[in-house]
């Protein structure tokens, strides 16, 4: 357990009086970057805001199983969850015995009773029975599987509905049972563990890489607020995306076909064109671990109003002569497609069904065949090769080319020095090269940096 700021004042008083010599201070670093946390201050490497003389990115974090986990004081349920969704994350899901001792080592002594963690009974769940019926965690909506109730839980007691799950507290005087869960009142106030990704392991919550948030806040670190969430989904681009021969490919968060389609055409995308086995493939193992049975693709006879076709890519219908034009691939399952009337759309199975096997494809309605079970798989240009869609990328000209692939980023007809950058001061003149004048690093920018290179070029380094 850890001592409090009292108890170790008193502790190293205590030793001054009686002419006990205390060791002498040792390095800490906290955020594993080999440098000492006061040298990681002074050098403003790491911001210690609320100066406690610990790094932010440690102050407010604990790291985990590449997940990060902060603590929210105490509120309800429903408010501690939605202050992890502001976080980028949400209460706490727990998947074994480590995590969970792990948490209440870690967070165990914040609360003399309970804490908020990120199980709930869905009241709306087919399978919904009290006391034990439909319990799942609220980041995932899955039913859990690994459980960690105390002998006398879930039993629905109290005034209110149990309807929310905490884990005991190390300091419980209630109970003997530190580190298992009860079920309870989801109005209690109490604190709440806040679980929050690191999907590109770059050592800041993904919440904080697309947001710095408030002052001297959770986020309030350096590298906040530097990642792209092109479809607004809450994701890093460079996670939500997924590379294959020079376009990215993502899930949609719609399930009916027409609202995936036109989710991804806001994106400057369209659902997925299918050219061969390869992709088939390599479509099958990137998201056959999305939670969806069947994804939907571009393939569809709407057009036609007949199941039996033919079927084209919405592409190629679309925008012919681009890369969404198909090869005249298809990988059906047997006996498909059908000819039950209105079955217009294409979906994939991601897993073996009675109705098929894995990576076949099943012609459907446009609410799927089991509605509410489908999402769809988006395709997008990456002209850069950056792991972004083009839709997301700078295109000064607006000529639907990203300054990265296009020659002549002014759109004046003449490949000349003036295409060197997408854009400049307004007014600053243009030196021949193509950059503002007084541009010294050549990032296309006039600002400290280049006053930096100039010192240098004209005076030397200070030695």
Same mark, same amino acid.
């Given at each position: 357990?850890?001592?409090?700021?009292?108890?170790?004042?008193?502790?190293?008083?205590?030793?001054?009086?009686?002419?006990?010599?205390?060791?002498?201070?040792?390095?800490?670093?906290?955020?594993?970057?080999?440098?000492?946390?006061?040298?990681?201050?002074?050098?403003?490497?790491?911001?210690?805001?609320?100066?406690?003389?610990?790094?932010?990115?440690?102050?407010?974090?604990?790291?985990?199983?590449? @997940?990060?986990?902060?603590?929210?004081?105490?509120?309800?349920?429903?408010? +501690?969850? &939605? +202050?992890?969704?502001?976080?980028?994350?949400?209460?706490?899901?727990?998947?074994?015995?480590?995590?969970?001792?792990?948490?209440?080592?870690?967070?165990?002594?914040?609360?003399?009773?309970?804490?908020?963690?990120?199980?709930?009974?869905?009241?709306?769940?087919?399978?919904?029975?009290?006391?034990?019926?439909?319990?799942?965690?609220?980041?995932?909506?899955?039913?859990?599987?690994?459980?960690?109730?105390?002998?006398?839980?879930?039993?629905?007691?109290?005034?209110?509905?149990?309807?929310?799950?905490?884990?005991?507290?190390?300091?419980?005087?209630?109970?003997?049972?530190?580190?298992?869960?009860?079920?309870?009142?989801?109005?209690?106030?109490?604190?709440?563990?806040?679980?929050?990704?690191?999907?590109?392991?770059?050592?800041?919550?993904?919440?904080?890489?697309?947001?710095?948030?408030?002052?001297?806040?959770?986020?309030?670190?350096?590298?906040?607020?530097? &990642?792209?969430?092109?479809?607004?989904?809450?994701?890093?681009? !460079?996670?939500?995306?997924?590379?294959?021969?020079? @376009?990215?490919?993502?899930?949609?968060?719609?399930?009916?076909?027409?609202?995936?389609?036109?989710?991804?055409?806001?994106?400057?995308?369209?659902?997925?064109?299918?050219?061969?086995?390869?992709?088939?493939?390599?479509?099958?193992?990137?998201?056959?671990?999305?939670?969806?049975?069947?994804?939907?693709?571009?393939?569809?006879?709407?057009?036609?109003?007949?199941?039996?076709?033919?079927?084209?890519?919405?592409?190629?219908?679309?925008?012919?002569?681009?890369?969404?034009?198909?090869?005249?691939?298809?990988?059906?399952?047997?006996?498909?497609?059908?000819?039950?009337?209105?079955?217009?759309?294409?979906?994939?199975?991601?897993?073996?069904?009675?109705?098929?096997? +894995?990576?076949?494809?099943?012609?459907?309605?446009?609410?799927?065949?089991?509605?509410?079970?489908?999402?769809?798989?988006?395709?997008?240009?990456?002209?850069?090769?950056?792991?972004?869609?083009?839709?997301? !990328?700078?295109?000064?000209?607006?000529?639907?080319?990203?300054?990265?692939?296009?020659?002549?980023?002014?759109?004046?007809?003449?490949?000349?020095?003036?295409? &060197?950058?997408?854009?400049?001061?307004?007014? +600053?003149?243009?030196?021949?090269?193509?950059?503002?004048?007084?541009?010294?690093?050549?990032?296309?920018?006039?600002?400290?940096?280049?006053?930096?290179?100039?010192?240098?070029?004209?005076?030397?380094?200070?030695?």
């Amino acid at each position: 357990m850890r001592l409090s700021t009292v108890e170790i004042v008193c502790a190293l008083a205590i030793a001054a009086l009686c002419g006990v010599s205390t060791p002498a201070a040792r390095a800490v670093d906290c955020n594993s970057n080999g440098i000492d946390d006061a040298q990681d201050i002074a050098a403003g490497t790491s911001q210690d805001c609320n100066a406690n003389s610990v790094p932010d990115e440690c102050d407010w974090w604990d790291s985990y199983g590449g @997940h990060f986990y902060t603590l929210v004081d105490s509120r309800a349920w429903q408010a +501690a969850e &939605a +202050a992890g969704v502001d976080l980028g994350g949400h209460l706490t899901t727990i998947d074994d015995a480590d995590e969970n001792n792990w948490l209440l080592d870690t967070f165990g002594d914040s609360s003399n009773y309970g804490i908020w963690i990120g199980l709930y009974q869905d009241t709306e769940d087919p399978g919904y029975s009290e006391p034990d019926g439909a319990w799942k965690w609220i980041a995932s909506q899955a039913d859990v599987s690994f459980v960690n109730w105390d002998v006398n839980s879930p039993n629905e007691a109290g005034s209110g509905d149990e309807n929310c799950g905490m884990m005991w507290g190390d300091e419980i005087v209630v109970s003997q049972f530190p580190g298992q869960w009860n079920d309870f009142d989801c109005a209690g106030v109490y604190p709440g563990i806040i679980e929050m990704p690191d999907c590109n392991t770059n050592g800041i919550p993904d919440g904080c890489d697309l947001d710095c948030g408030t002052a001297c806040g959770p986020c309030d670190v350096p590298g906040c607020g530097s &990642a792209g969430d092109c479809n607004s989904n809450g994701v890093p681009d !460079e996670c939500d995306w997924h590379s294959y021969g020079g @376009h990215v490919y993502a899930l949609t968060e719609t399930t009916t076909w027409q609202d995936a389609e036109d989710e991804a055409v806001a994106l400057g995308a369209h659902l997925v064109t299918v050219n061969e086995d390869q992709e088939n493939e390599w479509l099958l193992s990137t998201f056959s671990e999305s939670g969806w049975n069947r994804l939907w693709l571009g393939y569809n006879s709407a057009e036609a109003q007949n199941p039996v076709g033919p079927y084209e890519w919405i592409g190629e219908q679309v925008d012919p002569g681009t890369s969404w034009d198909g090869t005249g691939y298809d990988n059906w399952d047997p006996g498909e497609p059908n000819n039950i009337p209105g079955e217009y759309y294409v979906e994939m199975y991601m897993n073996d069904q009675p109705t098929g096997a +894995a990576g076949t494809w099943n012609n459907a309605p446009d609410s799927g065949s089991l509605p509410n079970d489908h999402a769809g798989i988006l395709e997008a240009p990456d002209c850069n090769t950056n792991g972004v869609p083009d839709a997301c !990328e700078p295109d000064f000209d607006g000529d639907g080319l990203v300054d990265d692939c296009d020659p002549d980023i002014d759109s004046d007809g003449v490949l000349n020095p003036q295409d &060197a950058c997408d854009y400049g001061p307004l007014g +600053a003149p243009i030196d021949c090269d193509g950059r503002p004048r007084g541009d010294m690093d050549g990032d296309c920018d006039i600002d400290l940096a280049d006053y930096a290179v100039f010192e240098v070029h004209f005076t030397g380094p200070n030695l």
